[in-house]
């Protein structure tokens, strides 16, 4: 049996299904509060998923962001989560793929990230060392804050990557 997942942006009618998915995808953390604060923002948040037929499997967000009031083209991509049941079927790579497309179209010039190094890595995410996050990470998790340039353009100006209210939490940065 063949599968149609399509991508799109979620709607407020699938923020039910969209705070369903994080308990499974993480076990062990509560992202629910973040996720919906983020989705209420809008301006400046795009907010992806995978539906296979009307269920939502999969769910990304991107948050506009910067270090300077006069250079915001940066995005911080986060959270990601795969339902446990459509695991390793190239969802996840197929929504962020996606999102990216997007945001280079909108003028985006990198993406951050603080995730699995592995994971990112075939995306082409690179160690970033000139924008810092807005928390101190600890030293073991160096290598998970990434980035990816997306124009030729250069990429945002060095210093502290400021984010909107809902991840001004330090405990969304650290263990
Ligand atoms: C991590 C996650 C987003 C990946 O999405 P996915 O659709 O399952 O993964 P894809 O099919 O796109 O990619 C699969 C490849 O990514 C790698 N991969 C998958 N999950 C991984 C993980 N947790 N860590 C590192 N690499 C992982 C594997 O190499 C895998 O390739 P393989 O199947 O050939 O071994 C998804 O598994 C998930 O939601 N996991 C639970 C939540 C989580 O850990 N999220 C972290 C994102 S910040």
């Keep these: 049996m063949t599968h149609d997942f399509a991508i799109r942006e979620t709607a407020p009618r699938d923020l039910a299904q ?17 996720v919906s604060a983020l989705i209420e923002e ?3 948040v795009l907010s992806l998923a995978t539906f296979d037929g009307d269920a939502l499997v999969a769910h990304v967000l991107f948050t506009m962001c910067g270090t ?15 339902m446990p049941s459509h695991q390793r ?5 197929s929504l962020v793929r996606a999102g990216l497309e997007r945001l280079r179209e909108d003028g985006v010039r990198q993406v951050f990230v603080l995730g699995d ?11 970033e060392r000139r924008v810092r996050t807005p928390y101190p990470v600890p030293k073991e998790w160096a290598e998970a804050w990434r980035s990816l340039a997306l124009a030729a353009i250069p990429p945002i ?10 991840w001004m939490n330090a405990a969304l940065w650290g263990p």
């Excluded at 079927?89 to 790579?93: E, K, V, W």
């Design 18 to 34: 969209v705070l369903a998915l994080y308990p499974q995808a993480f076990p062990d953390e509560e992202l629910r509060p973040l």
């Design 42 to 44: 809008q301006a400046g």
């Design 68 to 82: 300077a009031e006069s250079d915001r083209d940066g995005a911080l991509l986060g959270p990601l989560g795969v």
């Design 89 to 93: 079927q190239g969802l996840g790579s």
């Design 117 to 127: 190094p592995a994971y990112y890595g075939r995306f082409g995410f690179v160690r």
């Design 157 to 166: 100006s060095p210093g502290r990557l400021s984010l909107p209210e809902p």
